[in-house]
């Protein structure tokens, strides 16, 4: 692994650079109280002080809506308009967090669990990914409880570390980091030998045994545990909409006469409809049946199935409740003897 | 604190209630609990901080049908609790409230007189933040408006935490999961976040307390309970103060105005 250094002023003039060079920007931006994810225009936009943002980065892969064909039917025919990967853009997603940036794991392992998903693939390989890594964190995260840590490389391609006011470390982690290293050497300088990477880091202290609680989860499918749990939630999908790992999506149908379009959306387990069948019955049908599906799914069955846990203790879920429905807390209650 | 935590205890001990709808010590600010046992009531806290509107846990079939409800009130909850009386929806023998005096002290209110008399002689919470938004928005022209709402409602994608958090958001089939025929796309996109946002603020007409908890839940900070206070404020200029026989969105009057029908 290369190990660079980049002044801050040097990393704008970069960023503007890719900017020129076609590359589209995906950063942190904060306004008001809020900071979240956007395409920039201008690199002065751009926020490094967030702790977290409001969402995942995973829209630039997988968007709240997109469309997945589009149709015409003509008399006894239908002419199909399959998904154009051609228009897509190549991204620069920067500023991201090692928690993100390691989210988009879990998120592609379902997306190739089975088919392989088009719309998926296809913009994840026009991503670029340079992380920051933690210099400040608060009470909600807990990522070195899920295997990560505030300086996880694991994702990135490359990973910035704030080691002075303005300059940072750069770990060029991958082929395409490398890559891109390449391209815009120029801005990089090398950086000093002794630089200590986690002298620099923040603290994140474990708060759970991650896989005590894999086993114990799936020892208590039938416990009223769940109910004690869930019985604040009020069932919205603000946990699964911010989080860098929650796939869940609905199909629909944007249709105009004889013309239309078909439309992938973002949905969640915990919302009733999402089980709901056509004969009126739910096999999930109370919040405690929601709240269990939400957790099994992402510290048993993803485990299980794709040898992935379905977490990277970014804590956004627990930041957006409106009930407080603390994660690391709960998880915690799977850690006893 | 221990006014409160003895007084649930014997409520729940004498069987008066079931389970209490209170709060407790959460990560940041108090958050809901709830306690059916009274060696679990213990961890209730009730303060001046204690914000989060509790009514929406009134209408929750699964964890109040059938039972008993004790259930501490803030100002914005004791006007849901009289609204959702107005609709039916809680049973007078069937709860008992806690609200704080001024002094900060414990009180409980048995009948819905006592609610009502208790809300008359509290004033409600100031939200200065609230007033600066709606002062800049009445300030700004259609277009100017126009263009805050596009950009704001850009942000929504459908988590639906507005209608979760609201007391009076208790229909057990929402307009958005209808799909024959299905009235507002389902997907996120500016114009179907408006769709979902104004038909949501409609149904509220005369029906919303002005807490705020749909603006409080949002995720992205869309501030959208100023839609719905705006049509508090709307509803309040053309048809007056709410009254018992029932709020302007139920009920119909052959002598109702008509001119807002194209």
Redesign the interface.
Known sequence: MKRKYISRHSLMNCLKKVQTDGISLYAPVTR???T?FRFITSVDDLSFDSVQT??SAKAVAFP??EKLFSYTKEKNDVQLQDYNPDVLPEVLVFGLHPCDAVGFGPLGSIFNWDTQDKPYNERRKRLTLISLACTRAD??CFCTSVGGGPGNTEGSDIQLTPIQEDGYLAEIITDKGNEWYEKYSSFFEEAAEDIRKENYLVEIPVKFNIEEVERKMTELFESDIWQLQS??C?????C???CPTCACF?I?E?AHGNTGNR?R??D?CG?A?FTLHTSGDNPRS???QRWRQRLMHKFSYMPERLTVVGCTGCGRC?R?C???M?LS?NLKMFNYE | MNDLISQVQSLLENKTIDIFIGYEK????P????VSKAEEAGKLIFNENCS?NLA??LTRK??VEGKKVGIAASYYTLKNIILLFDENQLKEDHLRIITLSEKGEIQLLQSLEEIKQRLKEMSAPAKADEEEWVRKIDAMTVSERWAFWTEELS?C?????C???CPMCYCTKCIV?INRPQWI?????VFSNMDWQINRVMHMAGRCSDCG?CG??C???IPIHLLSHKMAEAVKENFGEPDEKGNVLSTFKPDDKENFIV
């Open positions: 008001g109280e809020q979240d409001v969402r709240c809506s009470e909600y019985e604040r009020i069932g919205c999908g603000a699964a909409f911010v609905d629909q944007d439309i959306c973002w969640s919302f409809l109370t919040q405690s627990s957006a409106p009930v407080d603390n807390d | 959460g990560t940041r600010k958050r809901p609990a709830f989060g929406v846990y699964d964890l942000r994608f459908k988590c639906y935490a209608r979760a958090a999961e796309q389902p997907w996120a996109s908890a409080a839940a995720p992205v900070g």
